[in-house]
Each structure stands twice: as structure tokens, then as C-alpha cells.
């Protein structure tokens, strides 16, 4: 898969930006689609900590679809953004998108959509704060 262009790419920061490491490869030296989800995850998760001001459970993941590999030594960035809040949960919209160490340009290794609901102090659903 070829490198997009800027205009392509998702706007604002990365939630999350890490490096693929060998720890994070299965025997053939290939990175997890796992760990990609994992941090997929991690990145919702900040995103619905911030916006229910508190705890928050993951209870769905939606369409992931694996489009590039990503190999040891990649940046790969996790951008965010919430598409939905209802009265406890919210869907969030994860990206995940791969930069060669030595390049310049990105390319789109997977989306997915995540629901989140937010928990109280009792681990059970609670409405979600007014913005």
C-alpha cells in the first residue's frame, strides 16, 4: 500500500505515538495484529476517560480490518475522535497509521470503531457528564 497524502491523513495529534519493537512480533518477525489492538484500545480508553470525567469499560469493537503490516522499528501513531455519546456510552473512532523510521510518509494500517461506557464507583454504567 502506497504512502497517502497529507490531506489524507487524519487531523491533530496522536492519542497515542509508539515504536513497533521485536518484543512486539510472533515467531516470523511479524508485528501482532494483538498489539495493534491493544493500543487501539489504550487510545479509545483515553479518549472516553476524558469525556465521561472518569472510569470508562470497553464492551465493543466494531470493523477492524487489517490494510498494511506494520514491522519492527515503525512509529505507529493511534488518532481518535468520538463519532457518538448516548446516555452512558460512547463510540469512539480509532485509526491506526504506520511511519517508516526513515520516511517522511504515513500509511493507514487499521480502523476500528470502539464502545465505551462509563462505570462509577460501584463498576456499574453512569450517565455520562454534561460537555
Given at each position: 500500500m502506497?504512502?497517502?497524502?497529507?490531506?489524507?491523513?487524519?487531523?491533530?495529534?496522536?492519542?497515542?505515538?509508539?515504536?513497533?519493537?521485536p518484543a512486539d512480533t510472533n515467531p516470523a518477525g511479524d508485528i501482532f495484529?494483538?498489539?495493534?489492538?491493544?493500543?487501539?484500545?489504550?487510545?479509545?480508553?483515553?479518549?472516553a476517560t476524558r469525556r465521561a470525567r472518569g472510569r470508562a469499560a470497553t464492551v465493543a469493537v466494531q470493523g477492524m480490518s487489517f490494510l498494511s503490516p506494520v514491522v519492527v522499528g515503525d512509529e505507529v501513531s493511534f488518532f481518535g475522535s468520538?463519532?457518538?455519546t448516548?446516555?452512558?456510552?460512547?463510540?469512539?473512532k480509532i485509526e491506526a497509521w504506520r511511519r517508516p523510521r526513515e520516511e517522511e510518509g504515513?500509511?493507514?494500517v487499521t480502523e476500528a470503531v470502539f464502545t465505551f461506557v462509563a462505570i462509577g464507583d460501584d463498576r456499574r454504567p453512569r450517565a455520562l457528564p454534561a460537555e
Amino acid at each position: 500500500m502506497e504512502p497517502v497524502s497529507a490531506e489524507q491523513e487524519p487531523k491533530g495529534a496522536p492519542v497515542i505515538r509508539t515504536i513497533a519493537m521485536p518484543a512486539d512480533t510472533n515467531p516470523a518477525g511479524d508485528i501482532f495484529g494483538g498489539w495493534l489492538m491493544a493500543n487501539m484500545d489504550l487510545a479509545a480508553g483515553n479518549i472516553a476517560t476524558r469525556r465521561a470525567r472518569g472510569r470508562a469499560a470497553t464492551v465493543a469493537v466494531q470493523g477492524m480490518s487489517f490494510l498494511s503490516p506494520v514491522v519492527v522499528g515503525d512509529e505507529v501513531s493511534f488518532f481518535g475522535s468520538i463519532l457518538r455519546t448516548g446516555r452512558t456510552s460512547m463510540e469512539i473512532k480509532i485509526e491506526a497509521w504506520r511511519r517508516p523510521r526513515e520516511e517522511e510518509g504515513s500509511t493507514k494500517v487499521t480502523e476500528a470503531v470502539f464502545t465505551f461506557v462509563a462505570i462509577g464507583d460501584d463498576r456499574r454504567p453512569r450517565a455520562l457528564p454534561a460537555e
